[in-house]
């Protein structure tokens, strides 16, 4: 194999990729610009039976250690429609170092570096192309005369494994993802041939003009039960009920009752019927009626009605009724077109004006009628015969009557393509139904003597539709028209519920698999982050490598984990790229510190109050979001180490040995007992030991130093910090590993870190008293706890001693940094950092107070004050 200078591990990682049998015969690093930018690419030659293929892999990092480093990209099996270019026309500095690979006419162009070992490998691994290439041509001959073939089957592994489900015009950004909700529905689609099947429905369709005539007297089984056996489905429709000016000037739209009933009670006696729908508009109604053991199956149903005539009244014009039945949608239409053998363009007109603005309407947008699947227009059309045709011709015995069908308007409209285009009208073999003298089956002997025509009948357009019957019916003699049906066998599409339950199940897969190859993705190294044993004011690190091995750029962001906190992450965790993109083959590593300072040490107390000894737990979830892609979970595991620091002061108060010997679990329960119990040695010691220990030793080494307290808080990340937290954590009898400026710093800290302030006071009273030394005593005695009450006066007295011996720390000072540490009003208002946190957000006028309030107490005689709490505390 010619591996060039590769190392080990490349080759490893490379190898683990394929499976036996397949061997690597080349290995060759160059890279590809998409854009304008640079993506390493990694060119493996790969032999198997005879045949070989050149696959490029994208790097997720370099080099790459686990085969999740790697993502194939391309695929190009070495045949005859395989070839390479390795000079390159250009002189430029960038594309005279490249080379072009053709595979089935689509060329690849590779970059390298142009090093001299980069151009060596380069030469070595083209020469290996070119000696498979005229390989491949050899064999392929040796092949061909005995009558067999060269097999690249093995290439379709890989292809299923990382290429199949990956849409191109996503990967190269000219297409977004489809949503989930409409790739199911393609692919349903795309497979609906698999779940349908076709079964068969009987419809019977009819239409009338009753010429303004009542339904008394009038029976319709001769019209509407001419089957042998009972139709599914009944359109039946009329024009001219009730056609009187004041129905046409009002646009009647109420169903006339008795022509429905006249209709359900004609329907074929063998059968179950209900009526589906009825609309109406002036003279013209349709009745759609279906088999009652049919009505589960239909869905859907709408209506709707369209007016034509003189001023859009309605006395033209066409009513419809749509519905879906199974997985067919169906419409018919009941049509009166513009009567008068001349008016053949008003007709035509009225057809569009019925196509173009009948609408079935359920939501803003409605159904068109060519939005169907089947459809049925019924009616009296109105269109004559042209010329001359004696009545003698009509009248003939035994006539065919279609020979006058070449004079027929509607016949030579529909050549002509002017009018329903696409659709069928069954062969005439009955006589004209129109214009009869009413009550005869005689032509009008009228005046006017107009000619016979064919003004009712009934067309279609749709698949599956076999006519079985289209005739007249000649008893119905009341209207000067006569009743005319057709009646059709219609394959209907239905859903086999076994099969789509099959299908619906597959597709889901497919979707799913679509949905996983064709989203952003990111590989995260490891979800869970050990942080180890975690100590206060002591940074940790962990490194986060994310990469992306998708085909599609990633962006990135750490996002809060629900709507109701828009914190990222805890406080005391700092995540160094809180956002970023990542292109295909790149990768990135995420920093991850974690540093408990004052403010976050009780909150770990908190977060651990259900923890076991020596047992790790989840200290925050950060939730990874990957924009259009899911979002990943990483855990933060640590165990945290009891200190003195964000322990409340009633705790420490019950300590009988050092914090440093308790388990968490142990101080969590001790932090819960009710009863204060002051359990230290010495008798005279009614502050925690760690409070006075600090300020004992300032008292006695540190009186004389300037600038003991400032506002400037230089030592706060000082390394002797944890050496004075070690020594009051154990009870140390060792001296104190400090000097007066880091102990006076590790004061502020333990007091700052303390779960509930020393003071706690309402904004309103720090406002308020904080100039009236009284005022505030009284908030002092009365507001706050035992414990908390003589830590903030032996702090007094202390900052006092301390002003009296060194008088060049201004009071001011001591007030102001104090102020900050001991009082803390409640509620205090909120603000967000850049990362999402929370924070307390005091005002200058609340520092400022806070301030005043210490300044009132270290400009008064508080140590009388003092005294007597002490001894009060002893009683």
């Not at 960038?94 to 595979?103: D, E, L």
């Not at 109604?285 to 309605?314: E, F, N, Y």
């Not at 828009?566 to 993109?581: A, L, M, P, R, T």
């Not at 760690?690 to 506002?711: A, H, K, P």
């Amino acid at each position: 194999m010619n591996t060039g200078h590769y190392d080990t591990t490349i080759i490893t990682t490379v190898t683990q990729k394929f499976r036996d049998g397949e061997s690597i015969l080349a290995i060759f690093e160059g890279y590809q610009i998409v854009g304008n930018r640079h993506q390493n690419r990694l060119l493996v030659i790969v032999s198997s039976n005879y045949t070989s293929a050149l696959f490029t892999f994208s790097i997720a990092r370099y080099p790459p250690e686990s085969i999740s480093d790697l993502t194939i990209v391309s695929v190009h099996p070495i045949d005859e429609a395989f070839w390479v270019n390795p000079e390159s026309a250009a002189v430029s500095s960038i594309s005279s170092h490249q080379f072009t690979i053709f595979s089935h006419n689509e060329p690849t162009v590779y970059y390298y570096q142009a090093s001299p070992d980069t151009i060596a490998s380069r030469d070595n691994f083209i020469a290996k192309l070119k000696q498979l290439i005229a390989g491949y041509k050899s064999a392929s001959s040796q092949a061909a005369a005995a009558s067999g073939s060269l097999d690249f089957k093995w290439l379709e592994y890989y292809k299923r494994a990382d290429m199949l489900a990956i849409d191109r015009n996503i990967a190269d950004g000219s297409q977004a993802p489809k949503t989930r909700d409409s790739k199911f529905k393609e692919e349903l689609e795309r497979r609906r041939h698999e779940y349908v099947v076709y079964e068969p429905y009987k419809i019977y369709t009819a239409t009338w003009n009753v010429n303004g005539q009542t339904a008394e007297d009038i029976e319709l089984p001769e019209w509407l039960s001419t089957t042998e056996d009972p139709p599914d489905i009944y359109a039946v429709a009329f024009q001219e009920i009730e056609w009187t000016p004041e129905k046409i000037i009002m646009n009647e739209t109420k169903i006339d009752r008795t022509w429905v009933n006249k209709v359900m009670s004609g329907l074929h006696s063998g059968a179950v019927y209900e009526e589906l729908a009825s609309v109406r508009l002036v003279g013209m109604m349709l009745t759609v009626a279906v088999k009652k053991s049919l009505r589960d199956q239909i869905s859907d149903c709408l209506t709707a009605a369209v007016g034509t005539g003189t001023l859009k009244w309605g006395n033209k014009g066409g009513v419809g009724v749509s519905f879906q039945l199974n997985e067919s949608l169906l419409c018919f239409v009941n049509a009166h077109l513009a009567a008068h053998t001349q008016e053949v363009d008003r007709r035509n007109e009225d057809h569009d004006e019925i196509i173009r603005r009948m609408s079935f309407e359920k939501t803003f947008r409605g159904r068109s009628i060519d939005e169907h699947h089947h459809i049925f227009w019924i009616g009296d059309l109105n269109y004559r015969l042209n010329g001359e045709i004696s009545q003698e011709f009509v009248n003939e015995k035994d006539r065919d009557y279609n020979q006058l069908y070449p004079y027929d308007q509607l016949y030579l409209e529909k050549l002509r393509k002017r009018i329903f285009r696409e659709y069928k009208e069954g062969k005439i073999l009955f006589g004209p139904t129109y214009k009869y003298n009413p009550g005869t089956d005689d032509w009008d002997s009228s005046e006017k003597n107009r000619c016979p025509a064919w003004c009712d009948r009934i067309l279609w357009k749709g698949p599956r539709i076999d006519l079985l019957k289209y005739d007249s019916v000649m008893q119905l003699r009341k209207s000067d028209h006569k009743p005319v049906f057709a009646v059709f066998n219609v394959n209907i599409e239905t859903k086999d519920e076994e099969k789509f339950k099959k299908v619906h199940e597959e597709v889901l897969k497919t979707v799913d698999k679509y949905e996983n190859d064709n989203q952003p993705q990111i590989t995260v190294e490891q979800t869970d982050l050990d942080f180890g044993l975690i100590r206060f004011n002591e940074k940790y690190s962990r490194e986060l490598l994310v990469a992306n091995n998708c085909h599609l750029p990633v962006r990135f962001k750490f996002a809060a984990k629900d709507e109701r906190h828009s914190n990222v992450c805890e406080e005391f965790i700092q995540i160094s790229h809180k956002s970023g993109e990542l292109i295909t083959g790149n990768s990135l590593s995420i920093r991850i510190d974690i540093f408990v300072d004052a403010k976050a040490a009780s909150c770990m107390l908190k977060k651990l109050k259900d923890a076991k000894a020596g047992v790790k737990i989840p200290l925050d979830i950060l939730v990874l979001h990957v924009e259009n892609g899911r979002d990943i979970f990483i855990t933060i595991f640590g165990e945290y180490k009891s200190s003195c620091f964000g322990v409340s002061l009633e705790t420490l108060m019950k300590l009988n040995k050092p914090i440093y010997e308790y388990e968490i679990n142990e101080l969590i329960a001790l932090e819960k007992e009710e009863k204060l119990l002051d359990l230290t040695d010495d008798e005279e010691l009614k502050i925690p030991r760690e409070i006075w220990r600090l300020v004992d030793y300032l008292y006695n080494n540190g009186m004389e130093s300037s600038q003991l307290f400032t506002l400037n808080r230089t030592h706060s990340k000082h390394e002797n910090i944890l050496e004075i937290r070690d020594w009051l954590d154990s009870w140390s009898s060792e001296a104190f590993p400090g000097v007066p400026k880091t102990a006076a710093e590790a004061l502020l800290l333990l007091l700052e870190s303390l779960p509930e302030p020393v003071v706690t006071i309402s904004v309103h009273d720090c406002y308020v008293y904080a100039d009236n030394y009284e005022k505030c005593r009284e908030l002092i005695r009365t507001k706050l706890k035992p414990v908390h009450r003589l830590v903030f006066l032996y702090i007094c007295m202390f900052l006092i001693e301390l002003r009296r011996r060194n008088p060049s720390i201004r009071l001011e000072q001591l007030a102001a940094v104090f102020g900050k540490a001991l009082i803390r009003p409640t509620q205090p208002p909120v603000a967000r950092t850049p990362a999402g946190n929370e924070v307390y957000a005091y005002t200058d006028g609340e520092r400022d107070q806070r301030r005043k309030f210490m300044m009132t107490f270290l400009m008064s005689k508080v140590q009388e004050f003092a005294k007597a709490e002490m001894n009060a505390s002893g009683k």
